[in-house]
């Protein structure tokens, strides 16, 4: 009974620790805040826009001549011109999360996928007349509600906390099936900022496509925040580390040979638990496969006493860690991890 206590506690604290830096990670993604100021580049350009059809596109008249007779608003602010979605398609979040719909509600009333347009950052994707029509009438309707029911006295501050709750409830709705995710990408945060604590970065590995990037001092905050954009990370003594699945992280000496292999498992439900193991006994079966005795890490949490045992006995697991403690700041299996990982790549020098 002490036992399930124990799970049911750990379980909580590393849910909600992974939730709160999940938030910070997706806010970035979204790139909510920097809409506010995409938006008010568009201001000069403004008179180059006829609203002539507004009624067409959802637009109240009461809600129109009210944000048309302020000086500190700006139409673009606030309704969503059709031929300025198709010009600028990131701007597709922003009027969903001013008119407060969520992803899933824009996909069922307008029959567009705008998840897969609001994450194409590199403006490939297009919107068809059809679907700018769609989406406008939409959230013009919406923000139309929205402002007669302020009975006319929207503000600024308030258009603005509406942008953030919509994105809060949005990721929110994310994360209930991502929890696996941020546990990885938590490990790989950990790796990489004591990675530049060693001072061993030397570049960033991007993405299919994407040029390779240098580390550079004077942008650490932006290179290290945004830590998804790369498969990986050059060391300074010619080794690698790399980000995937099956395993989650490759450790890669000079020749390109794997010296090291982590998977992690940070799902929170005990009567999964055995369920998890098995899926990193996998990877690492794979793994060993392919590089016999390659050393094997597996970060786990939640772990019940049958799994404990098991992993024990386990011989394809080379060592096992609390994901809650290397969580833990200045933790004692934090310092046994770290020592443990970098041995594999500071020895190749």
């Not at 570049?203 to 580390?215: D, N, Q, R, T, V």
């Amino acid at each position: 009974m002490v036992d399930e206590a124990a799970l049911l506690a750990e379980a909580n604290r590393i849910n909600y620790r992974l939730r709160s830096t999940f938030f910070y990670r997706k806010l970035k993604e979204f790139n909510t805040l920097s809409f506010p100021s995409m938006v008010a580049n568009l201001f000069p350009v403004e008179h180059l826009y006829n609203w002539d059809d507004r009624t067409q596109w959802g637009i109240g008249e009461e809600a129109f001549g009210y944000i048309n007779t302020r000086s500190d608003f700006h139409l673009f602010q606030i309704f969503c011109h059709p031929k300025l979605l198709r010009e600028h398609p990131q701007l597709l979040g922003y009027y969903r999360n001013i008119a407060a719909i969520s992803q899933k509600g824009v996909s069922y009333m307008a029959k567009v996928n705008v998840k897969k347009i609001e994450t194409d950052l590199e403006g490939r994707l297009s919107i068809t007349q059809e679907q700018a029509l769609a989406l406008a009438q939409l959230f013009n309707e919406h923000i139309t509600l929205i402002i007669d029911s302020s009975i006319q006295s929207l503000s600024k501050d308030e258009l603005y906390g509406i942008m953030l709750i919509s994105t809060g409830a949005q990721i929110d709705g994310s994360w209930r099936n991502a929890i696996g995710e941020e546990a990885e990408r938590v490990v790989q945060r950990l790796l990489v900022n004591e990675t530049k604590e060693r001072n061993l970065i030397g570049a960033f590995i991007p993405h299919s496509g994407k040029p390779i990037e240098l580390f550079n001092p004077d942008s650490t905050e932006e290179q290290l925040g945004n830590i998804h954009k790369y498969r990986g990370i050059l060391l300074t003594n010619q080794t690698s580390i790399l980000f995937s699945d099956e395993p989650d992280v490759s450790f890669l000496d000079k020749t390109g040979n794997t010296i090291g292999v982590i998977e992690v498992k940070g799902g929170v439900d005990p009567a999964a638990a055995l369920e998890r193991y098995g899926a990193a006994k996998k990877s690492f079966e794979k793994a060993r496969r392919i590089t016999s005795n390659v050393p094997t890490v597996l970060i786990a949490s939640c772990i019940t006493s049958e799994v404990r045992i098991r992993i024990e006995q386990d011989p394809i697991i080379s060592s096992y860690y609390n994901l809650t403690d290397l969580l833990t700041e200045n933790s004692i299996d934090y310092e046994r991890f770290m020592q443990q990982v970098f041995s594999f790549l500071e020895n190749q020098e």
